[in-house]
């Protein structure tokens, strides 16, 4: 018996909710990339930044529509994260 069942057919609420999640996660994780002030213990890498909040914005936005454009990007994510 599994410890915890996955949902590999999302409805559509739970699409836009992934969308949301991960657009704000990667979002506020490309800013702090981005903004850290602290280049001795961490190096501020304004590339890493941007693109995560570029990867952020773009699968988000598809996840908010939740069409079934969004299941790969969404199973994907559920995979890495089981």
Known sequence: MPFVK???QPKKKELR???GI???GFVLIGLV???W???RVFT???TVGLWAMGIGVVVGAIGLTG???ALPFYWLWLGIAW
């Open 6 to 8: 996955l949902n590999w």
């Open 17 to 19: 909710s992934f969308g």
């Open 22 to 24: 991960f657009m704000g």
């Open 33 to 35: 990339k981005y903004f």
């Open 37 to 39: 002030p602290f280049e």
């Open 44 to 46: 501020q890498n304004k």
């Open 67 to 69: 069409t079934k454009l």
